[in-house]
Structure formats: C-alpha cells, structure tokens
C-alpha cells in the first residue's frame, strides 16, 4: 500500500509516531500521549478538544501532543491553553492570548489576566486534556492551573482527560509542610483571576510524591469538585524512579528548571527565593547557587552542618533575570550540590540554609510576604530565626499533618 492511499492526517501521525520503537528500543517509560496514541486517541474520537500543555507535552520520542492531536483521525484540536511561561516555556511574565503560528490555533493564555479557563474561551470545546509535566512541589504553579482545569471543566459540563507523566523527583517521598485547609479555602475564595493562588490551590504538603494524574484525581475528590476526570496512565514507571532510569529526555518545564537536579532541589530551597536573595535566575545553574551582594559566603557555611546527600561550597555568580533580585550585580553566596539523590533531603536543607543565613546575617536577611505561603506554615520563619528553634524541630510540628496526607493519598495513587 503506497502512502497516497492514507488519509493525510493519518499519515502525519504515522510519521510522527514511527521513529519511536527505533529511538527508545531500551525506554522503560512510555508517558501517557504515547498510551493515548496507542488506543488511537479513543477518548478524543468525535470531540472539539482544547489542550492544556506547553514544550513539555511531548510523546517517548519528542513528538508534540499539539502536532499529535492535530494529525489524530477524528480528532479535531480547536484550542490550545497555556500555563506559566507560555506555550513553549520561554516567557518569565505574565502573557497574553494569542495565536499558534504552526497550527493556527487560538492560544488562551492560563498565566495573563486570568488564570482559570473561562467560559468564553471553552466556546465549543466539547473535551479539555492536560499534558504538562510537574516537578513534584507544591508551589510550582502547573498544579494550580490543573485545579483550576478541573473547576472550569465541571462549571461548563465537559470531561477532562490527564496524560500523565512521571514525576522526576520520584514517586516515593512525600516530605514539607501541609498548609491550613482553611487558609487555602479563603485565598482561593478571595482570588478573583485564580493568578494570587496559583501556589497554593490544595493542601498538599510541599514534596507531595504524586503523578499530576493522581493529583487530578486527589483534588478532583479531596476538593469535592467531581468534575468528569480520565487519567491516562503511564506504563513501566516504577515510584522509586529517578528521571535518568524513565529513558525520556529532560525538557525544562520552566526557564529556570534546567536539569533534575534543579528539581530535587527545588521543593526545599525554592522557599529562598520568598526571601531577599538571588536563587541565580538567569544563570546555568539556577536553583543551585544562593546568595547576595552582602553575603559572606564562610560565615554562612560555618552554621551550615554537615547533611547527608548534600555538599555547600562558596560562589559568586551574576544573575541576569529581569525583574529578579540583584540583577547584573555579583552576588556571594552558596552552591548546593547533590551528593547522593536517595538520601539527600531538600526540605531539611532548606530550613537549614534559612537558618545559617540569618545567623550569619540577622540584620540583612529578611522574609517577603509570601514566604510562609510558601513553606505552607506561618510560624517557620520566626522558629527558626528569633525562635531559635532547630530545623529538625520544625519538620517535627510538620509531622501530624504529613502523616495524615500519607494516608489520605493512598486511595488515589496509580502506581505502587
């Protein structure tokens, strides 16, 4: 049979799809547009879909889900949804609509003056489906834009269907804060545009361990939404896999989130950046290096202890990013290196790192507003600073609360 004979999308879809088998023969992972792709888009078929994704929906072997779902058979793709930092991931700012210069389509932007899908712009959308992949912490704000998906798609009466992904920090450790249920209720109930709360959208402690498809169907329930949710799952991920052994290539979620080890990092020491410090954006190793002109990088690491896992050594960098602190200025500060993934613990780390830096700098270093939003408990900041109170005593208060999450997230995990 000659290609003439195949319907064109058909085989644009083919073509897509073909050099998979041969490019990731030894992939262990397969996410789920590859699944999706396999039962030839069932879920889709005779549907007006708007998607959900950014650079990151991609098949094993790089295909877009855009181009997927544009060249399905009985799929017809009408709209595109973007998150923070846009549809390919490249903007640090707030972004407005606009159009797909390769398919053509409308691109509603989720990170302008709305951050929830709104009535207008899901016109004619009969199905919505979500492809982005998260890093595993609570306040990186894809989260956000799932929960709010998930409230949009019941307020108009339509089915969303999440292609999972695996998380890249693993599945297994679930560690940090749990924020107040109520607290969160209030800021979700005070946001008008869904944008203030994008961080904190459901009490889920800071390390959560879950896949988005689990937390879809965690919030769907926990947040009594009930929205008319499929999951498609991932096949052979395993919940204690680090992202080198999934065989599927690193794309950067966010500007800034240039490699795995940037993700492990991030739910612990992400919490610096609510402070007044540079966090290296605009730099090769964002999330990796701290600091600030007024640092004196020997007498933050005299307080630092030794932490298993973890390596701090003195820096100087420049950060670059506009609109971030101490831009084009040097800074001094810390780099923190992972020694060993498994028993590294960002989150002590974090609280450990918060603590030598206002020992070292009691008069300099201070707090921003939305810091306890996003360690998830108010009274960190003064523990440990004026409290004196040791990092370990904090994760201590933590405990009660985790514990109760590790129980309650057993019922919708995917994969054990």
């Known amino acids: ?172 450790a679930v560690a940090g804060a749990v924020p107040d249920s109520g607290e969160v209720a209030q800021r979700l109930a005070a946001d008008s545009t869904g944008c203030r709360s994008l961080t904190v959208t459901h009490p889920i402690p800071t390390r959560h361990g879950l896949t988005m498809g689990e937390l879809a169907r965690l919030i769907n329930h926990q947040a009594g939404i009930n929205a008319a949710l499929q999951v498609v799952p991932i096949v052979g991920w395993q919940r204690d896999m680090a992202w080198d052994a999934t065989g599927l290539t690193w794309i950067n979620p966010s500007p800034n989130m240039k490699d795995p080890m940037a993700a492990l990092l991030y739910p612990g020491l992400g919490i610096l950046e609510a402070t007044n410090l540079s966090v290296a954006r605009g730099t090769d190793f964002p999330f990796h290096r701290y600091g600030a002109p007024w640092i004196d990088p020997a007498a933050v690491l005299k307080q630092l202890p030794e932490l298993p896992g973890f390596r701090f050594n003195a820096i100087s960098f420049i950060p670059t990013a506009p609109g971030h602190p101490y831009r084009n200025q040097r800074c001094h500060g810390i780099e923190v290196t992972v020694s060993d993934p498994r028993t590294a613990d960002p989150i002590l780390a974090g609280l450990h790192l918060v603590q030598a830096i206002y020992r070292a700098h009691p008069k300099q270093y201070q707090a921003h507003s939305g810091f306890h939003a996003m360690v998830g408990d108010r009274s960190t900041w003064d523990r440990l600073t004026r409290g004196g109170e040791s990092p370990e005593q904090v994760l201590s208060g933590w405990q009660q609360r985790l514990e109760q999450f590790k129980r309650l997230r057993e019922q919708y995990l995917l994969y054990i």
């Open 1 to 172: 049979m000659t290609l003439s004979r195949f319907h064109p999308r058909s085989t644009l879809l083919a073509l897509l799809l073909c050099c998979s088998v041969f490019q990731h023969a030894s992939a262990q992972v397969l996410p789920g547009i590859d699944i999706l792709a396999r039962r030839n888009f069932d879920l889709l078929q005779g549907k007006r879909v708007g998607l959900i994704t950014n650079q990151t929906g991609r098949s094993a072997n790089g295909s877009s889900t855009i181009d997927l779902l544009a060249a399905a058979s009985g799929v017809q793709l009408a709209a595109l949804f973007s998150p923070e930092h846009g549809i390919r991931g490249e903007a640090d700012v707030k972004l407005a609509s606009g159009v797909d210069q390769r398919t053509g389509l409308p691109i509603h932007s989720l990170y302008g003056t709305s951050c929830r899908p709104t009535p207008e712009m899901l016109t004619g959308i009969e199905l919505l489906v979500f492809d982005i992949q998260d890093i595993g912490a609570r306040f990186y704000t894809y989260i956000g834009t799932l929960h709010h998906a998930l409230r949009a798609a019941k307020a108009q009466g339509i089915p969303l269907v999440v292609l999972d992904r695996p998380s890249p920090i693993n599945g297994t």
